[in-house]
Nanobody
Framework: QVQLVESGGGLVQPGGSLRLSCAASGFTFSSYPMTWYRQAPGKERDLVAT???????NYADSVKGRFTISRDNAKNTVYLQMNSLKPEDTAVYYC?????????WGKGTLVTVSS
């Protein structure tokens, strides 16, 4: 079955960096676009970045120029490099897959940006 396991979250100071990873299994990873979402406390879940199977990327305006999504099809892993982090980036970050009409989510990894 499909599994998405996020890692790499933690506490970081404003201006710092983190790299999130999402290890995927149970499907042909290289054939699907992958997406990162995030959900801040008391807010809705928002799209952060998407990468197609061809490597084309798309970002939310709030993270453009600071975050970079990438994928390693040999490792079945998608990454989110987050630089110049701000307190408003504090959220649980989720990996997401849409496959054959089904939505799949990881359990998320918490990122806290605070001094």
């Amino acid at each position: 079955q499909v599994q998405l396991v996020e890692s790499g979250g933690g506490l970081v100071q404003p201006g710092g960096s983190l790299r999130l990873s999402c290890a995927a299994s149970g499907f042909t990873f290289s054939s699907y676009p992958m997406t990162w979402y995030r959900q801040a406390p008391g807010k809705e879940r928002d799209l952060v970045a998407t990468i197609t199977r061809f490597g084309t990327t798309n970002y939310a305006d709030s993270v453009k120029g600071r975050f970079t999504i990438s994928r390693d099809n040999a490792k079945n892993t998608v990454y989110l490099q987050m630089n110049s982090l701000k307190p408003e980036d504090t959220a649980v970050y989720y990996c997401y897959l849409l496959s054959r009409g089904m939505n799949y989510w990881g359990k998320g990894t918490l990122v806290t940006v605070s001094s």
